[in-house]
C-alpha cells in the first residue's frame, strides 16, 4: 500500500472512531473568514502556490498573497518579501493577517508578529496554524533538526514522507508550543482570542501500523483531554 492510500485509510479510520473531532484546516478557515470585513484587506503570509484563501475572494476587497517566491495565482496581488523580516505594508492597513506552517520557519518569530501587529488596523486579527513540538512526529522532527544538518534532515523528511524536497523547508521552531504562542503573541499586544491545538493523524501515516498509531494516540488525547499535545496549533490574535 503506498503512502496516499496509507493516509487516506488512516483519514477513514480517525472519521470512525473520532466522529465530529473539529479539524484544524477547517478552524484555520472559519477563524479568517469570520475576521474578515466585508471588503477588508487580507493578506496571506508565507502563500506559496496555493491560494488558500481563495475562500474569501468574494468576502474581502483584496486578498494579498506574500512570499519570499515570485508567484502568480489566484489572488491577483501578490509581493515577493522576506516576511520573517518585515512586511512591506503601511502601518494600520490590513484587517487579516493569516498564515499556515510559517511560524515554524522563522528565526525570530517574535518579531514577525511584532511586525504583523503594526500592519494590522486596530481590531484587525491575524490568525495562524503551526505545527505543536510536543506531539510526537514533530518533536522527532525538532529533534533532527537539532543534530543534523538541515539539508540531511530535509532528505529525510522526504525519503520517510514521500513529500517533493522543494516543499520541504529548513525548520526552526522557537514558537512552536501553546504556552510559548501564547506568550509570544500577548508580549507583541495581542490579545488571545483562540488558541487550541488539534488533531493530525495523517502526518505519520504512511504505513497502516503507523495510521493506527496516529489514531489511538488522538483517541486517547481526546479521552484524557490532553488539549496540549495534538499535532496542530490554531490560534487568533485580535490588535488593541
Not at 518533536?139 to 543534523?148: D, E, G, Q, T, V
Not at 504556552?179 to 483562540?194: D, N, S, T
Not at 493506527?212 to 488525547?221: F, G, P, Q
Request: net charge positive.
Amino acid at each position: 500500500m503506498n503512502r496516499d492510500a496509507s493516509r487516506k485509510w488512516t483519514a477513514d479510520l480517525r472519521r470512525r472512531y473520532l466522529p465530529g473531532e473539529p479539524g484544524a484546516y477547517t478552524t484555520f478557515l472559519h477563524l479568517a473568514l469570520s475576521a474578515c470585513p466585508e471588503g477588508g484587506r487580507v493578506i496571506d503570509l508565507g502563500c506559496g502556490e496555493e491560494g488558500y484563501l481563495s475562500c474569501l475572494m468574494e468576502r474581502a476587497g483584496e486578498i494579498i498573497g506574500m512570499d519570499d517566491r515570485p508567484l502568480r495565482g489566484p489572488y491577483g496581488h501578490y509581493i515577493q518579501a522576506d516576511v520573517g523580516k518585515s512586511i512591506p505594508l503601511e502601518a494600520g492597513s490590513v484587517d487579516v493577517a493569516a498564515g499556515k506552517f510559517l511560524l515554524e520557519h522563522l528565526e525570530d518569530p517574535a518579531g514577525f508578529l511584532r511586525e504583523v501587529y503594526r500592519v494590522l488596523r486596530p481590531g484587525g486579527r491575524v490568525v495562524l496554524m503551526t505545527p505543536n513540538i510536543i506531539y510526537y512526529p514533530y518533536a522527532l522532527n525538532y529533534l533532527l533538526s537539532l543534530i543534523l544538518p538541515q539539508e540531511k534532515r530535509m532528505r529525510l523528511v522526504a525519503l520517510f514522507s514521500g513529500r517533493d524536497a522543494h516543499d520541504i523547508f529548513p525548520v526552526r521552531y522557537r514558537c512552536n508550543t501553546p504556552r510559548r504562542v501564547r506568550r509570544e503573541l500577548e508580549k507583541a499586544g495581542f490579545e488571545v482570542l483562540h488558541l487550541k491545538t488539534y488533531g493530525d493523524c495523517e502526518v505519520s501515516a504512511v504505513t497502516r501500523p503507523l495510521g493506527v498509531l496516529a489514531v489511538a494516540y488522538e483517541r486517547i488525547a481526546s479521552l484524557v483531554g490532553v488539549e496540549w499535545a495534538r499535532g496542530f496549533i490554531v490560534m487568533a490574535g485580535g490588535r488593541k
